[in-house]
């Protein structure tokens, strides 16, 4: 029986002999439906006119992401580390080239995703390198196939291994995270942020919202948890959900004052 992806979201369904009736991801407020309808694929399907591209960032960081896009076109990040690799956020193909390419960077001992928008085909690449699957609990809800790989955490912080640690912020989900990695950025410190904190075209600037797609903002309260989650975390840069663009120096600062216009913006102060 195949496991069925949702073409708009790229999220991978548990086993069935037809398509699912609905996607609940794409009927949440916080996406859409595609404008020809609700559509699915295969990851048969989607192998052979789709490949991933893997693509060096930084000593000991790895983007992975297809092309041609697919879905909402996020690329995964592996990071390298002496205790074990990691894969943050994750897509929805994979192929043998691409376990090939990943096995010879060292392979992935843990995989960990900001928030279910990027679920995508997380329990195929589990299954592919026998890793564990890290997911804030309060997304439970939105786990679309279920796998004994999968483990809940439910406090404000996970650390991992060398300092890698998964960061609760909230805000986009209510379980949204963060991973701070300290050894990156030559030991100045980076966090990958998916889609809690996006990092917006000027790299000078983030910006954090309920819904990319249909633009609802996130109340001062959420902006204000999200700064503060992060404020005391070392990092000099953010590496967000695509591959473009990143904010390479002075990343907290950029956090900070994006907050401080968000707020201001939502209370009605003049921001220029
Ligand atoms: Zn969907
Ligand atoms: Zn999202």
Redesign the pocket.
């Known amino acids: 029986m195949p496991n069925y992806i949702?073409v708009?979201?790229g999220?991978q369904y548990a086993q069935s002999i037809q398509p699912p009736e609905h996607?609940l991801?794409?009927e949440d407020e916080r996406?859409y439906i595609g404008m020809h309808g609700q559509k699915w694929t295969t990851l048969e399907e989607l192998r052979p006119d789709h490949h991933n591209v893997i693509k060096p960032l930084e000593p000991n960081l790895t983007g992975i992401g297809s092309h041609p896009d697919f879905a909402i076109g996020q690329r995964a990040l592996l990071v390298q580390s002496p205790k074990g690799n990691i894969l943050w956020d994750c897509i929805s193909l994979i192929d043998e080239p691409t376990v090939a390419a990943v096995r010879a960077l060292g392979g992935i001992s843990a995989i960990a995703i900001s928030h279910p928008h990027y679920y995508s085909a997380m329990v195929e690449w589990s299954k592919a390198f026998d890793a564990p699957i890290y997911l804030h609990g309060d997304d439970r809800s939105w786990v679309m196939r279920q796998d004994p790989a999968i483990r809940y955490w439910d406090d404000d912080a996970k650390v991992l291994w060398d300092g890698i640690t998964l960061v609760h912020c909230g805000g986009h989900f209510t379980g949204s995270t963060v991973l701070h990695w300290p050894a990156g950025s030559s030991g100045r410190g980076v966090l990958l942020t998916g889609d809690t904190i996006q990092v917006l075209p000027d790299r000078r600037y983030v910006s954090f919202m309920y819904s990319y797609p249909n633009l609802i903002p996130l109340p001062a309260r959420a902006v204000r948890y999200i700064a503060s989650a992060v404020e005391l975390l070392p990092f000099n840069r953010i590496y967000g959900a695509w591959w473009e663009p990143v904010i390479e120096h002075d990343a907290k600062n950029a956090v900070m004052r994006s907050a401080k216009r968000y707020i201001a913006a939502l209370e009605g102060i003049e921001i220029v």
């Open positions: 949702c708009t979201c999220t996607c991801i794409c996406q």
